[in-house]
């Protein structure tokens, strides 16, 4: 079956444009993640849904990020007036559950470049 | 809150040769503890995890794990290595009580002809 999708694959925007980012789950996967790995570094956490709710937003950097998932499935993470600093790969990840031990499954993630 | 360590951000290893990518956590309770693996171009995909039981998990392609709670580490191991494990390897381990996942930094894992 299908993976975890993630569009675009590459984005390059200029400082102070803000981009959306879009994540299109497993289907049934109930739990959602979004993930920000800069070079050099582990993927860091950025916000957790459990159905259409931010159950965890505690990773956000700042309010010029924000993330929806209106209809419990496909999610879309929002930058506003984007800084050099913000450029990394944003991953989304889901899962069949918000337990520990469930697998998180990862899409290949959007590289994000701020000129 | 929990917290996971890697000391080695490379590891250059001959083919056929064993390797250890070594992985420290930090907790006072009951852990879980993954592997992840990002091979070229591709997504993170889950190695192998440590949940509960037996302290050695392994994976479906020869790599192993060993949970160690007095030394906090959960180091990865496999024999004997090939071109096809050369890949960036990441320790992980969930906390919050859920899967606001950690991750420590991760190492990779070259292997040379």
């Known amino acids: 079956g299908a993976g975890v999708s993630q569009t675009p694959s590459n984005k390059v925007t200029e400082k102070g444009k803000y981009v959306e980012l879009r994540c299109d789950p497993i289907?049934?996967?109930?739990?959602l993640y979004w993930y920000r790995q800069s070079l050099g570094q582990g993927p860091e956490f950025l916000i957790y849904?459990?159905?259409?709710?931010?159950?965890?937003d505690s990773g956000l950097p700042n309010d010029r990020f924000f993330a929806v998932r209106p209809e419990g499935s496909v999610s879309t993470l929002k930058i506003q007036r984007t800084e050099r600093g913000d450029s990394a790969v944003y991953l989304c990840?889901?899962?069949?559950?918000?337990?520990?031990?469930?697998?998180?499954?990862f899409g290949p993630g959007t590289r994000l470049t701020v000129l | 809150a929990q917290s996971v360590t890697q000391l080695d951000s490379q590891v250059p290893v001959f083919e056929e040769a064993p390797v250890e990518l070594r992985c420290n956590y930090s907790?006072?309770?009951?852990?879980?503890l993954f592997w992840y693996v990002q091979y070229p171009n591709q997504g993170l995909q889950l190695l192998l995890k440590?949940?509960?039981?037996?302290?050695l998990v392994e994976s479906i392609n020869g790599f192993e794990a060993e949970f160690n709670k007095s030394q906090t580490s959960f180091h990865l191991r496999k024999p004997s290595v090939h071109i096809s494990d050369t890949a960036e390897y990441f320790c992980?381990?969930?906390?919050?009580?859920?899967?606001?996942?950690?991750f420590g930094t991760g190492t990779k894992l070259q292997v040379i002809p």
């Open positions: 990840a889901s899962s069949s559950g918000s337990a520990s031990y469930n697998e998180q499954f």
């Open positions: 289907s049934g996967h109930t739990a």
């Open positions: 849904f459990q159905g259409t709710g931010a159950a965890d």
């Open positions: 907790s006072s309770v009951s852990v879980y």
């Open positions: 440590y949940l509960s039981g037996s302290t």
């Open positions: 992980a381990a969930p906390s919050g009580g859920y899967q606001k996942v950690t």
